[in-house]
Every structure is written in structure tokens, then in C-alpha cells.
């Protein structure tokens, strides 16, 4: 009986976001904070005759652009990966939504292959690998929430995952990084100590000293997007921002009604959303069973 492999691949947000420089390579150095959501994506994997991947939205191409097909060549010419597989990805964490899930994919692949094919790397081993295929890569090989600098691949782990109800809706538009990048306003030094205010302030203080400075970039782009904010601030958020580049946003709140309140109303309004419970740990397990 074949052996088929089973994992999530868990969304992140950012708890603020500081562009602090804008380098001459075209990369910008950030701070940020990122925890995990529950909105997740689903992987199956087992051993083929060939390397074959498939996605449940079809509208995401399977070829050499799919972060899943790079992290499988990078396992081949660097830590002598041989093996062939059938992958299977049910695809739930919206792309171009500004919550990682194609850098979140990446890892689950380079995490799943390296225990079924037995490689032996390590977690230092796989967070370097990530490192070449995106910058918040080893954010999601480590599995923990973390401050982010640098372009935004050091990661400091640092628990500040919120211990409150997250609501993240998605406004079902895509958001360019480069655009908004290209058009944000780098600040090297900004007014407040965005690792302080997430350690030591509550969700209730941060709508006035967190802010993602992505937004006037995105804002007067997709209107949509500013809106949703004002929404969740509206159904009673302690906390409400822009996710990464857009175009998620999220709403923290300290009462699971209020939230849950939140979250439906933006069900049926037709956005897809998520709830996320208070102090949520993301499962990384990769687990068999017999076919």
C-alpha cells in the first residue's frame, strides 16, 4: 500500500510594517512582526513515477514560476533530492492577498520532501534553502511568530501572537508588492519601537503606534481595500490593518461574539475571510497514512 503524506501550510500577517530604507538593488529594509493565521492550504504527497503537481485553483500555473516547483529543483541540485512525486495542493489561502501563502507553500514542500525523501537536513539547513527562494521563507519553516528585519529574512523568534480573536478578510483583488513598494514613502526612523509596542502594548493601544507603511501606497489604488479596514474598525475591532502589500486585511479583537459577529457578516457579503482563535499555534506536523 502506497504511503500518502499529509500537511498544512499556514498563512501569515504582519503586525505592522516599517519601510525603512530603500536599497539600490530595488529591495527595501523593513521591520515587521508575523504570526500565523488558520487560513491554510492542504498538501498530499506521494511517491510517483514522475514529479507531478497539482492545484486545486486552476488558475495558479504549475511550471517553473510555482514557489512548490522551485523548492523541488532547489532539493534536486542541492541536497541531491531523486525521489519523484504526485503533489496535491487544495488551494485555500488566496493569492496576492499579502499573507505569504505561496513562501508559506515553499516551505511545507522543502519540510515534506525532506523527511519523505530522507534528505537529513536540518531546520538550519531548510531556513537557508528558503532563504534563496524568498525572503519570509524561513519565517515559515521555523513555525513560530517573529520579528522580522533586514529585507526581511532575519527573524527574531518573539512571541506576539495575538491573544485575541483575528479576523482576516480578503477583498478578493491582488495587490502588487512592487507597486507598492515602488510607491511607499521609506521612514529609517520611525516614531515609535515597532518590537516594543508589540511586546508590551495591547491590541486596544496599537491603532495609534502600529501602522503598516504600505498603505498610502495601496489605498489610493484599490479603494476597496481602506474600505475593508474602516469596515472591521466599524464592527468593533481593537485593531485593524493592511496585511504585507495588501490586499488582506485583518481585524484583532478581544471578544470571540464581536469577532464572530465580524467574520460572518463578511461571509455574507461575499468576501472570503477567516477567524483565527486567540493564541492560535500553527499545526507543521507532516503525517502518513496508508492508502
Known sequence: MAELWISNSHAKINLGLNVLERLDNGYHTIETGFCFIEWNDRFEVKHAPRMELVMSDEKIPVDDSNLIVKAIKLLQQEAG?????????????????GLG???????????????????????????ELGRKL???????????????????????????????WVVTVFPDIESSTAEAYQFCEPNPEPEFSLKN?????????????????????????????????????????????????GSSVFGVFQQD?????????FHKLGFPANLTRPKFEPDTGIYVKEE
Open 101 to 127: 501563502g505561496g513562501s508559506s507553500n515553499a516551505a511545507t514542500t522543502l519540510r515534506m520532501m525532506n523527511k519523505i525523501a530522507n534528505l537529513g537536513l536540518n531546520e538550519h539547513d531548510l531556513m
Open 257 to 265: 461574539f464581536v469577532a464572530i459577529n465580524a467574520y460572518e457578516s
Open 134 to 164: 524568498g525572503a519570509d521563507v524561513p519565517f515559515f519553516i521555523k513555525g513560530k511568530p517573529g520579528f522580522a528585519t533586514g529585507i526581511g529574512e532575519e527573524i527574531e523568534e518573539l512571541d506576539i501572537q495575538p491573544d485575541a
Open 197 to 245: 509596542v508589540l511586546l508590551d502594548e495591547e491590541p486596544e493601544e496599537w491603532r495609534y503606534l502600529l501602522m503598516n507603511q504600505l498603505e498610502p501606497a495601496v489605498f489610493p489604488r484599490h479603494h476597496l481595500v481602506g474600505n475593508l479596514k474602516d469596515q472591521l474598525y466599524e464592527f468593533g475591532a481593537d485593531y485593524a490593518s493592511m496585511s504585507g502589500s
Open 81 to 97: 533530492l531523486k525521489d519523484e512525486f504526485y503533489i496535491e495542493v487544495e488551494k485555500n489561502i488566496p493569492a496576492g492577498a
